[in-house]
């Protein structure tokens, strides 16, 4: 059985990998000054820079996207400071592995070693495990450096990120691919076979991801091509980066997120880009559909009725066509939205009317509104008094529908933006009348 760990020391800044190891291997950074994209941790003002001038590690979580850099720090932070390095993921380890682990750690502590224990996908660890590391980060017998490309704080513990600091670790963008792709052709000591053009749509592909890119650059290296490759020979020799979009995932909520905010900002070009990054990533067409509606509801109610009535056509659209056909629907659906007038004024009544229905209990109607079939109820009061609105003078009565225990009350207030701007009117025609039959 293969180990599920590694506890031997990080190789010496001198040292390299063999000739026949992955290119992006070969290209690990042996300093962490030569790390690439993320100088804001590593430079002398970062929170790794001044640990490491300081000489004492604290516990740390490295959250990045892939290809960003969190094993090579890792590595790198126990050899600056002179560290055992032991390396494990969670993804194939246990309790038993870990157990291991803290015992040999607490061996060397004996001997004046302290073992920087580097757990790559921490977040795949359950509730109970993430426990089990807390004693042993309390007490120093390791320093804990966890990688994820999870939001830590839906995936680890609040214990385990109280005892422990977040570092971010930035997307890769161009310029510092770009320096991956110098470094690659300076060790390999030759151009890639790209024209300039090419060459910039080989980084945009990797979408921040410096190994995928490592990748790319080796297998345009590993092919003998006589002339350089322009950008569409270049898509179709080799695969674009898949873009990462988990469903149950933060960068999942992240677009939704954004797409909403978009459409309420009224932005419809932002708003076509974000729906088009959640369809392409192979998002539920439908669930998108849930998310249009409740913006429909939410951010533009009244302001314009037909915007809910778009949103349940594009619905049974998408379901007579399905896709591909059926996401023009929501396409247009989407920009109808991001264009339509905007109120939450419909939103921000029912939060008041559910509040205010909370807080009164059971009190009950006045009794001029109330039905009375039986004849006990007309003896009581049910129904005296009440008044037909279709027979009173402009078809409004001016009645009063509110609790005798309770004042009336105000919780929609209609914007002056679209049809919204005619309901405006209209209620203030109503309360003008009101105020007259009160005199």
Known sequence: MADLFNDDP??????????????????????????????HLTGPDG??????????????????????????????????????????????????????????????????????????????????????????????????????????????????????????????????????????????ERPLPLTP??????????????????NQAETLFSIE??????????????HRRVAVYDKDREGHYNLISALHKSIRGSDPQAALYYLARILT???EPLYVLRRLTRAASEDIGLADPNALVQCIAAKDTYDFLGSPEGELAIVQACLYLATAPKSNAAYTAQKSAWRSAKETGSLMPPKNILNAPTR??????????????????????????????????????????????RVAERMAWWEEQRAKRGD
């Open 10 to 39: 990080p190789p010496p800044a001198s040292s390299a990998p063999s000739e026949s190891a992955p290119l992006a291997d070969r290209l690990r950074p042996q300093r962490l000054e030569d790390v690439v994209g993320q100088e």
């Open 47 to 188: 929170a790794i820079g001044r640990m490491v001038a300081a000489g004492k590690l604290a516990s740390m979580i490295l959250w990045g996207p892939p290809g960003t850099g969190k094993t090579t720090i890792a590595r790198l932070l126990a050899d600056a400071v002179g560290m055992r390095f032991v390396a494990i993921s969670a993804v194939f380890s246990g309790v038993a592995d870990l157990k291991k682990v803290f015992a040999e750690s607490r061996d060397h502590i004996k001997i004046g070693k302290q073992t920087l224990l580097f757990v790559d996908e921490i977040h795949r660890f359950n509730r109970a495990q993430q426990d089990g590391f807390l004693p042993y980060v309390e007490d120093g017998t390791v320093v804990l450096v966890g990688a994820t490309t999870e939001n830590p704080s839906f995936e680890l513990n609040a214990a385990l990120l109280s005892r422990a600091q977040v570092l971010i670790l930035n997307r890769l963008d161009a310029a510092a691919l770009g320096k991956l792709l110098d470094r690659a052709e300076v060790l390999t």
């Open 197 to 214: 053009e090419a060459r910039e749509a080989l980084v945009a592909t990797a979408d921040g991801d410096g190994r995928f890119l490592l």
């Open 225 to 238: 091509i006589a002339q350089p490759l322009s950008p569409g020979e270049l898509a179709a020799l080799l």
């Open 281 to 283: 990533a192979g998002e």
């Open 376 to 421: 006990l109820m007309k003896q009581i009061g049910y129904g005296k008094g009440y008044q037909y609105d279709h027979d009173a003078e402009g078809g409004f009565s001016g009645d009063n529908y509110w609790p005798e225990e309770m004042a009336p009350q105000s919780y929609y207030a209609p914007t002056d933006r679209g049809f919204e701007k």
